[in-house]
């Protein structure tokens, strides 16, 4: 991967002041849910492996790192979420985009991230309901509130939603929203 966002459009209208914000709010969002996944991958299997091998020298366990799991497991797929989103890759069905013209796949493109950009904000919206509730719940252990854990499907439906608008402006801007989300080679058959 280049040092440039993954998914942009080498045909898009670069000149796009637009454009451009929109490439680097994807960028950092890229980088910031890549972060949170691999952050949240480390700390899991630290955390485990210090209670395996507590538990093998003393024959008694630290107890607080079964409970990492529980904290981090939901970022990490909140990240991976955002990070699929982000670059395209989750799995779509592409059957009717070959029988569009360029116009027709950018309005029903255009149309299907701002569909996706709203529900996913609402649904980010609604996530601050699920916080506040389980703000009074906490781990035993760690006593970390389990809105910690709650928390990640704020930034997992906020980040889809901020994707969904980048995208969308890429689709907008774009020479051909067919070019955008190309895989790489080795992904195709």
Same mark, same amino acid.
């Given at each position: 991967?280049?040092?440039?966002?993954?998914? %942009? &459009?080498? &045909?898009?209208?670069?000149?796009?002041?637009?454009?451009?914000?929109?490439?680097?709010?994807?960028?950092?969002?890229?980088?910031?849910?890549?972060?949170?996944?691999?952050?949240?991958?480390?700390?899991?299997?630290?955390?485990?492996?210090?209670?395996?091998?507590? %538990?093998?020298?003393?024959?008694?366990?630290?107890?607080?790192p &079964?409970?990492?799991? &529980?904290?981090?497991?939901?970022?990490?797929?909140?990240?991976g979420?955002?990070?699929?989103?982000q670059?395209?890759?989750?799995?779509?069905?592409?059957a009717?985009?070959?029988?569009?013209?360029?116009? @027709?796949?950018?309005?029903?493109?255009?149309?299907?991230?701002?569909?996706?950009? !709203?529900?996913?904000?609402?649904?980010?919206?609604?996530?601050?309901?699920?916080? @506040?509730?389980?703000?009074?719940?906490?781990?035993?252990?760690?006593g970390?509130? @389990?809105?910690?854990?709650?928390?990640?499907?704020?930034?997992?439906?906020?980040?889809?939603?901020?994707?969904s608008? !980048?995208?969308?402006?890429?689709?907008?801007?774009?020479d051909?929203?067919?070019?955008?989300?190309?895989?790489?080679?080795?992904?195709?058959?």
């Amino acid at each position: 991967m280049t040092m440039t966002d993954p998914v %942009r &459009n080498d &045909n898009a209208k670069a000149g796009s002041p637009a454009l451009r914000i929109a490439n680097g709010i994807g960028f950092v969002l890229d980088r910031v849910a890549m972060v949170i996944a691999i952050s949240a991958v480390i700390a899991i299997f630290i955390a485990l492996m210090l209670e395996v091998t507590i %538990r093998y020298m003393t024959q008694a366990g630290l107890g607080w790192p &079964n409970e990492v799991p &529980n904290l981090l497991f939901p970022w990490l797929i909140m990240g991976g979420i955002v990070l699929g989103a982000q670059r395209g890759s989750h799995i779509a069905a592409e059957a009717i985009r070959g029988f569009l013209s360029t116009e @027709q796949l950018r309005m029903l493109l255009s149309f299907i991230h701002l569909l996706v950009a !709203v529900s996913f904000a609402y649904l980010a919206f609604l996530s601050l309901q699920v916080i @506040q509730i389980t703000r009074t719940q906490v781990f035993p252990m760690t006593g970390l509130g @389990q809105a910690w854990a709650y928390s990640s499907l704020l930034f997992g439906f906020g980040g889809i939603a901020l994707a969904s608008l !980048v995208n969308l402006v890429r689709v907008v801007f774009t020479d051909d929203p067919r070019t955008l989300h190309q895989p790489e080679p080795e992904h195709t058959l």
